[in-house]
């Protein structure tokens, strides 16, 4: 809301040093500030709200140590968040964005998935919350329009430079460049980090590949929100490791923006994308924040109306930003806890029908849960779980460099 009063004071009025307000960095600042401010300031009310209205977590008996304390602890501090990443974006970000309009939708979308979860859990004491085909049909819903924007729309293009941008004796000599709207995306240890779906897909037709395209998008939003979904099981976890996530997507968007940076780093150039740093910013800044009252022990949790949330979010910045087949690293400690649920899963049902006696991988699954059944202190856990979640964001944003 603000973007177009910063447009207005430098081209219109002209006014000396108001060209600062538009540039990235400062409106990025602005809006992890604010989002902090948020949810710190006003955390703490949110939660005294929360407390009043008895919106409580339900903790089912799992037999692991500490677990009875949080019996009753706050629930649904997911709509903090979502107040923490929407309120700093609408004010500092260009709403005429298309990848910040798709993020602005997203937030809510699910956000509002996981809402009716928790109310459902907590105001109808269901302890099963929203059934788990109505969060697909939601999830497959944002993934139809996520996918069918970033293949169709006009906007969402790519630029493919002729040569190289070069800069001799302080003089940036920017080449000839084409934009074009194609189904690219990154993958490293191939020609220039990039594959083109068209070709990958070209022998099912034309008319299949968007079909297919959108079939991608639906299945790694799905998965990376049911993987913080499920990574949300211990204090601090999913919000830390979401954080760290985001700064890497941060750093990703402002090199992907930046068209001397994106050629000198083997880069996708995705003209319009850098606006997402101010969406990324917001992002941080709310995980970080909620993990004033989040970290070990918890004041406040952030429910299905949080966690759901921050995994689509995660993913739709991965699709906007060409990075999607660099989930598996970025998001590793989602994609890890997500698999030893359905190794868990598979491994007890082969047993069973194979011994007539399940057996089990690990001693609890998600893996979190297994190392506190080793009697390992939770904040530790956390702990171990975000140097992981570094080290990722480390490897990820190193790969693109090997060719």
Same mark, same amino acid.
């Given at each position: 809301?603000l973007?177009?009063?910063?447009?207005?004071?430098?081209?219109?009025?002209?006014i000396?040093?108001?060209?600062?307000?538009?540039y990235?960095?400062?409106?990025?600042?602005?809006?992890?500030?604010?989002?902090?401010?948020?949810?710190?300031t006003?955390?703490?009310?949110?939660?005294?709200?929360?407390?009043?209205?008895?919106?409580?977590?339900?903790?089912?008996?799992?037999?692991?140590?500490?677990?009875?304390?949080?019996?009753?602890?706050?629930?649904?501090?997911?709509?903090?968040?979502? *107040?923490?990443?929407? &309120? %700093?974006?609408?004010?500092?970000?260009? @709403? !005429?964005?298309?990848?910040? +309009?798709?993020? /602005?939708?997203?937030?809510?979308?699910?956000?509002?998935?996981?809402?009716?979860?928790?109310?459902?859990k907590?105001?109808?004491?269901?302890?099963?919350?929203?059934?788990?085909?109505?969060?697909?049909?939601?999830?497959?819903?944002?993934?139809?329009?996520?996918?069918?924007?970033?293949?169709?729309?006009e906007?969402?293009?790519?630029?493919?430079?002729?040569?190289?941008?070069?800069?001799?004796?302080?003089?940036?000599?920017?080449?000839?460049?084409?934009?074009?709207?194609? *189904?690219?995306?990154? &993958? %490293?240890?191939?020609?220039?980090?990039? @594959? !083109?779906?068209?070709?990958? +897909?070209?022998? /099912?037709?034309?008319?299949?590949?968007?079909?297919?395209?959108?079939?991608?998008?639906?299945?790694?939003?799905?998965?990376?929100?049911?993987?913080?979904?499920?990574?949300?099981?211990?204090?601090?976890?999913?919000?830390?490791?979401?954080?760290?996530?985001?700064?890497?997507?941060?750093?990703?968007?402002?090199?992907?923006?930046?068209?001397?940076?994106?050629?000198?780093?083997?880069?996708?150039?995705?003209?319009?994308?850098?606006?997402?740093?101010?969406?990324?910013?917001?992002?941080?800044?709310?995980?970080?924040?909620?993990?004033?009252?989040?970290?070990?022990?918890?004041?406040?949790?952030?429910?299905?109306?949080g966690?759901?949330?921050?995994?689509?979010?995660?993913?739709?910045?991965?699709?906007?930003?060409?990075?999607?087949?660099?989930?598996?690293?970025?998001?590793?400690?989602?994609?890890?806890?997500?698999?030893?649920?359905?190794?868990?899963?598979?491994?007890?049902?082969?047993?069973?029908?194979?011994?007539?006696?399940?057996?089990?991988?690990?001693?609890?699954?998600?893996?979190?849960?297994?190392y506190?059944?080793?009697?390992?202190?939770?904040?530790k856990?956390?702990?171990?779980?975000?140097?992981?979640?570094?080290?990722?964001?480390?490897?990820?944003?190193?790969?693109?460099?090997?060719?």
């Amino acid at each position: 809301m603000l973007y177009p009063i910063f447009e207005y004071l430098d081209q219109v009025l002209d006014i000396p040093g108001t060209g600062v307000f538009r540039y990235i960095s400062f409106r990025a600042g602005m809006a992890a500030f604010f989002s902090l401010i948020i949810t710190i300031t006003f955390g703490k009310n949110i939660i005294n709200w929360i407390r009043r209205k008895q919106i409580g977590e339900t903790v089912r008996d799992l037999g692991l140590e500490g677990q009875s304390q949080k019996k009753g602890t706050p629930t649904m501090g997911g709509l903090m968040m979502i *107040a923490a990443i929407l &309120i %700093p974006t609408l004010l500092f970000a260009d @709403l !005429n964005n298309v990848y910040i +309009l798709l993020l /602005l939708i997203t937030t809510v979308w699910l956000g509002g998935i996981g809402f009716l979860d928790d109310y459902i859990k907590v105001f109808r004491k269901n302890k099963e919350g929203l059934a788990g085909r109505f969060k697909i049909v939601g999830q497959i819903g944002i993934g139809i329009i996520v996918g069918a924007t970033l293949y169709f729309n006009e906007d969402v293009v790519i630029r493919e430079f002729q040569n190289p941008v070069s800069i001799e004796e302080g003089v940036v000599e920017t080449p000839a460049f084409k934009d074009v709207n194609v *189904a690219k995306t990154t &993958i %490293p240890f191939v020609k220039n980090n990039e @594959l !083109n779906y068209e070709t990958l +897909l070209d022998f /099912l037709g034309e008319s299949m590949t968007p079909v297919l395209y959108i079939l991608v998008v639906i299945f790694i939003i799905t998965a990376v929100s049911n993987g913080a979904n499920i990574t949300d099981g211990i204090d601090g976890l999913a919000a830390g490791t979401s954080a760290i996530i985001g700064l890497t997507i941060a750093i990703f968007a402002y090199i992907s923006g930046n068209a001397i940076f994106s050629q000198y780093l083997n880069v996708m150039f995705i003209p319009n994308s850098g606006e997402l740093v101010i969406f990324t910013s917001a992002f941080i800044g709310a995980c970080i924040g909620f993990l004033w009252y989040n970290a070990y022990p918890a004041q406040v949790f952030m429910g299905d109306t949080g966690s759901l949330m921050l995994g689509g979010v995660i993913a739709v910045l991965a699709l906007t930003l060409r990075k999607e087949l660099l989930i598996p690293i970025m998001c590793g400690v989602f994609l890890i806890e997500n698999v030893s649920v359905i190794l868990q899963v598979s491994y007890f049902k082969y047993t069973k029908k194979k011994y007539g006696e399940g057996r089990r991988i690990f001693l609890m699954s998600p893996l979190h849960h297994h190392y506190q059944k080793k009697n390992i202190p939770e904040a530790k856990i956390v702990t171990r779980f975000w140097i992981v979640g570094i080290l990722l964001a480390v490897i990820t944003l190193a790969i693109l460099k090997l060719r």
